[in-house]
């Protein structure tokens, strides 16, 4: 069981760099999410969707882009990276009462 | 909109004792619950959930949880640590009709378990 599946697990960025965090669940689950966590601050939610083509806003969506095409993937895109969007990146996915998170992405802007 | 408070950043114990960490939340309608724990360098595994039903929750690896709505609390206890408990313990709630992407966590509470 792959479950939930982040890639890269750590990534290096220059300011104004972009880059894509991918993430992929093969359980066949209608909702995904993106959270970012901050020492102190718990998880916030980015972006999510409850299926394909159908994506949302969550507390703090600035700076990052998101997109469905399928029910298995969904990539997070930082289009410009700016040092506050250092953190480590959680990728969800889950049925109606049950969340099943993936490993995490560590992210550095330097 | 729901808010979450975890009451405690830190909490050391020493091994073989009983520890609760504390959970209270801010909502303005019924509210699923959620305790979920990060090991170190690890994603967030469940460890116990209230939907409905009896307000005494069970999890995995002998932690228990009490929502207690007039309180409109969730705190997790576990009777006797062990070193493996070592983890970042995180509560979570959402409302009932919107699905798991939307999820509120609380700020987190670091368990270190003492020799």
């Known amino acids: 069981n792959a479950g939930v599946t982040q890639t890269p697990k750590f990534q290096v960025l220059k300011t104004g760099q972009s880059m894509t965090l991918q993430c992929a669940q093969d359980?066949?689950?209608?909702?995904m999410s993106w959270y970012r966590q901050d020492p102190g601050m718990g998880l916030r939610l980015i972006h999510y969707?409850?299926?394909?083509?159908?994506?949302d806003q969550g507390e703090v969506p600035n700076g990052y882009n998101v997109s469905r095409s399928t029910t298995e993937d969904f990539p997070l895109r930082l289009l410009s990276a700016a040092p506050s969007q250092t953190s480590v990146y959680f990728c969800?996915?889950?049925?109606?009462?049950?969340?099943?998170f993936g490993q995490g992405t560590r992210l550095t802007v330097v | 909109a729901q808010s979450v408070t975890q009451l405690d950043s830190q909490v050391p114990v020493f091994e073989e004792a009983p520890v609760e960490l504390r959970c209270n939340y801010s909502?303005?309608?019924?509210?699923?619950l959620f305790w979920y724990v990060q090991y170190p360098n690890q994603g967030l595994q469940l460890l116990l959930k209230?939907?409905?039903?009896?307000?005494l929750v069970k999890g995995i690896n002998g932690f228990e949880a009490e929502f207690n709505k007039s309180q409109t609390s969730f705190h997790l206890r576990k009777p006797s640590v062990h070193i493996s408990d070592t983890a970042e313990y995180f509560c979570?709630?959402?409302?009932?009709?919107?699905?798991?992407?939307?999820?509120?966590f609380g700020q987190g509470t670091r368990l270190t378990i003492n020799p």
């Open positions: 969800a996915s889950g049925l109606n009462t049950e969340a099943f």
């Open positions: 359980m066949n689950h209608e909702y």
């Open positions: 969707s409850v299926g394909a083509g159908i994506t």
């Open positions: 909502s303005s309608v019924s509210v699923y």
């Open positions: 209230y939907l409905s039903g009896s307000t």
């Open positions: 979570a709630v959402r409302r009932p009709l919107q699905g798991a992407q939307k999820l509120v």
